[in-house]
């Protein structure tokens, strides 16, 4: 089953968003997330472009998946 909550579209699949795909599709996120620091930290001349922007866009992805994770499971 594949998890829309870690798709890259501009606007998420609210429909296809279940309860049952957060945990998981956030523990991915993280995962992957953690991985992408790892290798940013071994950078061995690190810069702005190299370092903050990708920062940025790992902030970028956890603040969509869980804005579609809340946004999905209101009542």
């Given at each position: 089953?594949?998890?829309?909550?870690?798709?890259?579209?501009p606007?998420?699949?609210?429909?296809?968003?279940?309860?049952?795909?957060?945990?998981?599709?956030?523990?991915?996120?993280?995962?992957?997330?953690?991985?992408?620091?790892?290798?940013?930290?071994?950078?061995?001349?690190?810069?702005?472009?190299?370092?903050?922007?990708?920062?940025?866009?790992?902030?970028?992805?956890?603040?969509?998946?869980?804005?579609?994770?809340?946004?999905?499971t209101?009542?």
């Amino acid at each position: 089953m594949e998890n829309p909550l870690l798709g890259h579209e501009p606007l998420p699949p609210f429909a296809l968003i279940r309860p049952e795909h957060i945990e998981p599709g956030v523990r991915e996120l993280l995962a992957r997330g953690r991985t992408r620091i790892e290798q940013l930290a071994a950078l061995e001349k690190p810069t702005f472009a190299t370092v903050i922007e990708p920062l940025e866009e790992l902030q970028h992805q956890v603040s969509r998946t869980w804005s579609r994770s809340a946004t999905s499971t209101r009542c």
